[in-house]
């Protein structure tokens, strides 16, 4: 039952406990793919802490200890996540003194159901804002106007807004194939309907597919966007790029999560001030900055496959009125960085930051916001903004 360990893992992932530490995250992800790859023996001090943490291959373990001090970090988020949770499917455990996780599995019948709860706004990182929910819940009842009688909207419910109050529900395209699937459908599916409330999924209808294609990172992407419009009462629907339509593209409410994983986020991009192309047979890539074309910033060899210090990523809001098209682009260089611009797009102390800097009436205009993070292993630190377009 691989499949409901990893969607055991994403939900771990998702939670209060783990979403603050992006080490423990890596860490627990790493050990359950090596153990569901049966590499368990491959799990000592020095490979986790070279892998994971960018040790240096063979380093002394006796004058390092942040393997042990992570490990025992999880062991403690997971107990506090599983305090208050009686009826999980499959439980994660990481017992002392071992690197490799255990999985415990609740006896089944045959046609049991497994309700996925309501996630609770105070779930989310650290936000939307309770003006976002109650706003996109008035807006659900009485129409989009009850959002704009809202007093004293946070910069985050402002920019999610031209795309909340919109009559159609909204697309969310990412990048890819399932790693996980419905046998009828696909993860991203499951993913929306794990984050609504008030839904099930049978345990018969779960299927893993051998095509995956979606990223870990970019997966803990779809589920930040996804929470927040769950959160927020908004109906969305879940495609992969491949299956997405132009008339889609053009007359929906678009978010489009991935960069050069997802093309349909490279050709909405590609002729803005900030843009992101890959260069030399995808062997680098380029950060360029229409304005001052010769700042453009590099990037050498792409995560997972080579290790990138420093990651870039883009969070792009475009707003048509003749089209009527209403678009949000999330994407990094690789997964990390895409992770790193769905975090930024969902929580709300970056928007009070980019708030300061932004000019006024920004609300209603396109943005660009260029992002950096720093990564140490599979680990990339919080974004810095770099820059900031707005017109």
């Avoid at 530490?21 to 153990?35: E, G």
């Avoid at 002394?60 to 490990?71: H, L, M, P, Q, Y």
């Avoid at 909207?153 to 159609?168: Q, Y």
């Avoid at 409410?253 to 960069?259: E, F, H, R, S, T």
């Amino acid at each position: 039952m691989e499949v409901a360990v990893r969607a055991a893992l994403a939900e771990v992932m998702a939670s209060p406990e783990f979403r603050a530490s992006h080490k423990c995250q890596s860490f627990l992800t790493y050990v359950v793919d090596a153990t569901l790859a049966g590499r368990q023996e491959s799990l000592k001090e020095r490979v986790i802490g070279a892998e994971v943490f960018g040790r240096a291959p063979g380093f002394e373990t006796a004058g390092d200890s942040i393997v042990r001090v992570k490990a025992t970090e999880v062991r403690r988020r997971l107990a506090k996540y599983y305090q208050n949770r009686q009826e999980d499917l499959v439980r994660i455990e990481l017992p002392t003194g071992s690197y490799v996780p255990v999985f415990h599995w609740e006896e089944l019948a045959e046609e049991t159901i497994v309700s996925v709860p309501p996630i609770p706004a105070k779930a989310l990182r650290p936000g939307p804002s309770r003006r976002i929910v109650l706003g996109c819940l008035g807006a659900a009842a009485v129409g989009a106007g009850a959002w704009k009688m809202a007093s004293g909207l946070s910069p985050l419910d402002e920019f999610w807004a031209p795309l909340v109050t919109t009559a159609a529900p909204i697309v969310v395209c990412t990048s890819g194939g399932p790693a996980l699937s419905l046998r009828n459908n696909n993860l991203l599916e499951v993913v929306r309907r794990g984050a609504a409330p008030e839904t099930t999924i049978r345990v018969d209808e779960l299927a893993f597919s051998r095509q995956a294609q979606t990223s870990w990172p970019t997966v803990h992407a779809i589920v930040d966007v996804s929470r927040l419009l769950a959160v927020a009462g908004k109906e969305f629907q879940v495609h992969v790029a491949d299956e997405l339509s132009f008339e889609q593209v053009r007359h929906q409410p678009l978010v489009v999560i991935g960069m050069f994983s997802n093309p349909w986020t490279i050709a909405l991009t590609q002729n803005l001030r900030f843009s992101f192309e890959a260069i030399e047979n995808g062997a680098a890539y380029l950060v360029k900055d229409a304005k001052n074309p010769g700042a453009a910033r590099e990037v050498h060899g792409l995560y997972p496959h080579s290790r990138m210090p420093v990651d870039y990523a883009l969070v792009t809001r475009l707003l048509d009125p003749q089209q009527d098209r209403k678009v949000i682009a999330i994407g990094g260089i690789s997964g990390l960085g895409t992770r790193v611009a769905a975090d930024f797009a969902t929580n709300e102390r970056n928007w009070e930051q980019f708030a300061k800097i932004a000019p006024p009436g920004w609300e209603t205009k396109n943005v660009q916001v260029l992002l950096e993070t720093r990564v140490i292993g599979d680990t990339p630190s919080p974004p810095t903004i770099l820059a900031t377009h707005v017109w």
